[in-house]
């Protein structure tokens, strides 16, 4: 049985003995109104995983500046280090490490700075999503030099010089997100160690619940099973099945066939791309898309999939690609025989794979073999 990791209380008292006072400690349902109210000496966010520390840095208050910030993140495979800024303060000292299970990271820098962009820079250490063409807050100010198209809240707001208009207002964000980021293919197993298993309620949806199964033929879903939890495995490519349908995961290649398609269905559905474009449809503004594909020798679109013939490609085959693109965040997917890449490269040295591999290694980008 798996149940929502939690800190242990004497691991955050021993972080927090350590900063300046006074130290605000926030846990995953972070209020609305913090007190003791800003400014602060420190700031440390306690989160489950790193699922629910980037959905409670989403919903954060105004926090102000401070010289150290930290989080706490209960289950974690490795530490946590900080993605920077060249805007920011100096990095005096940072400590980024795994203890008891829980990763602990306290950065503190030489003058105060945002909270909330430094628990950003934590959150998405290996690099944050775009936001799609499609800007979403909570807060919003008139005077903001990055507006946003859509404000999550209450209330009529004023207009913004930038935009020309008021942001949209959409009272009601729809179902939680699901990181597709963290919930996404990467680490599928052809092979398993045991065969499927009961999905048990008492399951939450985090990173650490798809690393447990991915040495699982499959996972049964019983009728009323957490939507959440499902959607997570999905997304993930953990094969599901309902009950008395198992024999579907006897064979790989079908297994194989059964997780792309049931994550690409997911990832479609339930990815943070699909709660962005569920938003813009609700406030009446426009959505993000995915970029433009062309087939070689076209060379028009954003990006461009290179086939070992010209014959068109298979269904579903550039969705895959797409989504594998968003997930992984490599600057060219493949699978099988078929690469897509930006145009620039295609142009550069033409639809050669092995040309356009090693010229994205050169260049410092990287590459991701898509599931499937």
Not at 128 to 154: E, N, Q, S
Not at 189 to 197: A, S
């Amino acid at each position: 049985m798996r149940t929502m990791p939690t800190v242990p209380p004497s691991l955050v008292a021993a972080v927090v003995d350590g900063l300046k006072p006074p130290v605000l400690v926030l846990d995953g349902t972070v209020p609305e109104v913090p007190q003791p109210p800003p400014p602060y000496g420190a700031v440390v966010l306690v989160a489950s995983d790193l699922a629910a520390l980037r959905d409670a840095i989403a919903d954060l208050p105004e926090l102000g500046r401070a010289r150290m910030i930290g989080v706490v993140v209960a289950e974690a495979a490795s530490p946590l280090p900080v993605r920077t800024r060249p805007t920011w303060p100096a990095l005096q000292d940072l400590d980024a490490r795994v203890e008891q299970g829980a990763a602990v990271t306290v950065a503190k820098f030489a003058s105060r700075l945002d909270v909330a962009d430094v628990l950003a820079g934590i959150a998405y250490a290996d690099g944050r999503p775009g936001h799609d063409g499609l800007v979403v807050a909570r807060d919003y100010d008139p005077d903001d030099k990055v507006p946003p198209d859509v404000v999550i809240g209450a209330g009529a707001v004023e207009e913004s010089p930038v935009l020309g208009r008021a942001p949209a207002v959409v009272t009601d964000s729809g179902p939680a997100r699901l990181d597709e980021t963290l919930f996404n293919p990467r680490g599928f197993r052809r092979e398993w160690t045991r065969g499927v298993v009961d999905l048990d309620p008492a399951w939450t949806a985090t990173p650490g619940l798809v690393e447990a199964l991915r040495d699982a033929q499959g996972v049964r879903v019983p009728p009323g099973a957490d939507e959440r939890v499902v959607a997570a495995l999905a997304m993930s490519g953990v094969p599901l099945v309902a009950p008395g349908d198992e024999a579907d995961l006897d064979d790989p290649d079908r297994r194989e066939q059964h997780s792309v398609r049931q994550s690409r269905a997911a990832l479609l559905k339930h990815s943070t791309l699909a709660w962005r474009q569920r938003l813009a449809e609700r406030a009446g503004v426009t959505g993000p898309t995915f970029p433009s594909v062309t087939v070689a020798p076209d060379v028009s679109g954003d990006l461009v999939l290179v086939m070992p013939s010209n014959e068109p490609p298979p269904p579903d085959l550039v969705t895959d690609l797409l989504l594998a693109r968003r997930y992984s965040g490599a600057d060219l997917v493949s699978t099988g025989d078929a690469v897509l890449a930006d145009r620039s490269v295609v142009r550069r040295v033409g639809t050669d794979p092995a040309r356009l591999l090693e010229a994205v290694r050169v260049a410092g980008g990287t590459d991701h073999r898509a599931h499937g």
